[in-house]
């Protein structure tokens, strides 16, 4: 019984995060959206980061009312496009006294090839770069308010791919699906290097698999997958129990002496074995810092 509800993300927890801040990216809906709620609802400054002000005003104007928390702001956010995610940086480095959770959310699943502003192909250009960039300038911040934690949203589906080096913008050859599971093998690994290089300052670091959650996620999906998502909707989560590992990471007092690791569930999982390869997140993390044109040891 215990495992069923854990596996529908019924976990339950009254911790209070009174006085911390939390910023979620992709916010405005789904997974990000629920997170946000429950956050608020514990008492934190919630800044909602949002490439869609007309969304974000929604969903915040929702989280205020049902929270009854008036510490929740949104933010332009847009992560495939590097200029935004520097003002946006630059605006939270001057604003901002803390972050002690940063929740590395947003995302987007087999959209047809396309490139971001920079000419990164977008799953990867968002889902990772447009992160990595995020926490790299945030990253003095988030260590001056240690206690603090970062979470990566990455996907069982990052077995889907591989991290191709010589070809990282899938310029050669796209594939939709296997371009989303490097992505999410990016999130994995990044965390990985995160939590080594985090080592001692009071950061501790996440990599979050939701489950098989009903959100916008699939608006790219084709037709013959849209109808057999539908065909398996009663076995998938729903956004607030697709919420609940980011919320257990982010919140549990216990997990402060954890780091790098993935959580399904609402609790330890395995990953695969490319996602546990150290030697690639350190090559992987070089080629970020090169494409992103940054220094980060
Ligand atoms: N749903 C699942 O089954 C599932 C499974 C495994 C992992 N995940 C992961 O969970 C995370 C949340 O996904 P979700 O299911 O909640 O999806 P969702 O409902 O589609 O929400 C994704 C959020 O990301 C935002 N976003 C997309 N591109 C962006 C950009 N360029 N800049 C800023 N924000 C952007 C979206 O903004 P707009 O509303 O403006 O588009 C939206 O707020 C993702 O990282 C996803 O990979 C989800």
Same mark, same amino acid.
């Not at 480095?93 to 977008?122: H, R, W, Y």
């Not at 250009?125 to 003095?140: K, R, S």
């Not at 057999?228 to 076995?235: E, L, M, S, Y």
């Given at each position: 019984?215990? /495992?069923?509800?854990?596996?529908?993300?019924?976990? &339950?927890?009254?911790?209070?995060?009174?006085?911390? /801040?939390?910023?979620?990216?992709?916010?405005?809906?789904?997974?990000?959206? #629920?997170?946000?709620?429950? $956050?608020?609802?514990?008492?934190?400054?919630?800044?909602?980061? =949002?490439? *869609?002000?007309?969304? !974000?005003?929604?969903?915040?104007?929702?989280?205020?009312?049902?929270?009854?928390?008036?510490?929740?702001?949104?933010?332009?956010?847009?992560? &495939? *496009?590097?200029?935004?995610?520097?003002?946006?940086a #630059?605006?939270?480095n001057?604003?901002?006294?803390?972050v002690?959770?940063l929740?590395?959310?947003?995302?987007?699943?087999?959209?047809?090839?396309? +490139?971001?502003?920079?000419?990164? #192909?977008?799953?990867?250009?968002?889902?990772? %770069?447009?992160?990595f960039l995020l926490t790299h300038l945030l990253f003095d911040l988030i260590k001056r308010s240690a206690?603090a934690?970062i979470?990566?949203?990455?996907?069982?589906?990052? &077995?889907?791919?591989?991290?191709?080096? *010589?070809?990282?913008? &899938?310029?050669?050859?796209?594939?939709?699906? +296997?371009?989303?599971?490097?992505?999410?093998? !990016?999130?994995? %690994?990044?965390?990985?290097?995160l939590?080594?290089r985090l080592?001692?300052t009071?950061v501790?670091?996440? !990599?979050?698999?939701?489950?098989?959650?009903? /959100?916008?996620?699939?608006?790219?999906?084709?037709?013959? $997958?849209?109808?057999?998502?539908?065909?398996?909707?009663?076995?998938?989560?729903?956004?607030?129990?697709?919420?609940? /590992?980011?919320?257990? =990471?982010?919140?549990?007092?216990?997990?402060?002496?954890?780091?790098?690791?993935?959580?399904?569930? =609402?609790?330890?999982?395995? =990953?695969?074995?490319?996602?546990?390869? *150290? #030697?690639?997140?350190?090559?992987?993390?070089?080629?970020?810092?090169?494409?992103?044109?940054i220094?980060w040891e």
């Amino acid at each position: 019984m215990n /495992t069923i509800r854990k596996l529908f993300g019924q976990w &339950s927890s009254t911790e209070r995060i009174d006085g911390k /801040t939390v910023l979620i990216t992709g916010a405005n809906t789904g997974i990000g959206k #629920e997170t946000a709620r429950d $956050l608020a609802k514990r008492g934190a400054r919630i800044i909602m980061a =949002c490439r *869609d002000m007309g969304k !974000a005003e929604a969903a915040q104007k929702e989280i205020i009312e049902d929270s009854k928390n008036q510490n929740v702001v949104i933010r332009k956010l847009d992560l &495939s *496009d590097t200029k935004s995610i520097k003002e946006f940086a #630059e605006v939270i480095n001057k604003e901002e006294k803390q972050v002690n959770i940063l929740i590395n959310n947003a995302g987007i699943m087999m959209c047809p090839f396309s +490139k971001t502003v920079d000419g990164f #192909e977008m799953q990867f250009g968002v889902n990772h %770069l447009g992160h990595f960039l995020l926490t790299h300038l945030l990253f003095d911040l988030i260590k001056r308010s240690a206690p603090a934690r970062i979470i990566n949203l990455s996907s069982m589906a990052h &077995s889907w791919g591989t991290i191709k080096l *010589d070809d990282i913008n &899938s310029e050669k050859g796209y594939d939709d699906r +296997k371009a989303y599971g490097q992505s999410k093998l !990016a999130n994995i %690994l990044f965390s990985r290097s995160l939590a080594k290089r985090l080592q001692g300052t009071g950061v501790t670091v996440y !990599a979050v698999h939701p489950g098989i959650v009903q /959100t916008e996620l699939g608006r790219h999906l084709n037709t013959p $997958l849209k109808v057999a998502f539908t065909i398996v909707k009663p076995f998938t989560k729903t956004a607030v129990q697709g919420a609940q /590992t980011s919320i257990y =990471c982010a919140v549990t007092p216990e997990l402060a002496n954890e780091s790098g690791l993935y959580y399904s569930d =609402c609790a330890q999982a395995s =990953c695969t074995r490319a996602a546990r390869d *150290d #030697e690639m997140a350190q090559k992987l993390w070089e080629l970020s810092c090169q494409m992103l044109g940054i220094t980060w040891e």
